[in-house]
């Protein structure tokens, strides 16, 4: 009964997956994702409370393994300047795999009043915070600026990818591929971070 629970759970939120992507949140209904998922209306309330429920436990459910996933990438690597390169890499690439998800992201999800106000998004904060350790990294062994605040450098970097990928969801095709378009993102703030006025320690 219990594993039937979690096939139930793991069909609405692909199916919400779907529909939110196709439809948009605001004009998708729960009898959209219960019929896509198929199983009845109320069925449905049973595992959520309503849709911006289904929203957020789409998004931490895909966040837990995103950040997972990055921190598998990125940590393998042992030079700060090589982990900022395969972030940005890995997070495009991430984008490009899961295109109705990246498209929930970045537009569907900020439609949502419950998520923006009221939502304690933790994981984002862990994911955000992955490249604020890179950077820390990065001053202590002397390869980054000692004056480079990681909090701002952070969101700064991660802003530049975020409007990478809302720009590929928005856009009816892709001028760009993913490797040249992490590569530049990487190489403009690596300019930034980098410390040219000595060797590091």
Not at 73 to 100: G, R, T, Y
Not at 157 to 178: H, N, T
Not at 185 to 200: C, V
Request: aromatic share 10%; proline share 1%; charged share 30%.
């Amino acid at each position: 009964m219990k594993n039937k629970n979690k096939d139930k759970h793991r069909r609405i939120i692909n199916a919400a997956t779907k529909i939110f992507a196709q439809k948009g949140f605001f004009k998708a209904k729960v009898s959209d994702i219960a019929k896509e998922a198929q199983v009845a209306d109320g069925t449905i309330y049973l595992y959520f409370e309503n849709k911006d429920d289904i929203l957020i436990s789409l998004f931490e459910e895909q966040m837990n393994q995103v950040l997972e996933d990055m921190k598998t990438q990125v940590l393998n690597e042992k030079d700060a300047i090589k982990k900022i390169e395969k972030f940005a890499f890995n997070h495009l690439k991430m984008m490009e795999l899961n295109k109705n998800m990246a498209e929930i992201i970045q537009v569907e999800l900020r439609q949502s009043t419950k998520f923006m106000k009221e939502y304690k998004n933790e994981k984002f904060h862990q994911y955000l915070n992955l490249i604020g350790d890179i950077i820390k990294e990065g001053q202590a062994e002397g390869l980054f600026k000692a004056d480079i605040i990681p909090g701002i450098a952070k969101r700064a970097f991660f802003g530049a990818l975020d409007e990478m990928s809302r720009f590929w969801v928005l856009s009816s095709r892709k001028k760009y591929d993913i490797e040249t378009a992490a590569k530049q993102i990487s190489d403009y703030f690596l300019r930034g971070l980098i410390n040219n006025s000595g060797q590091p320690r």
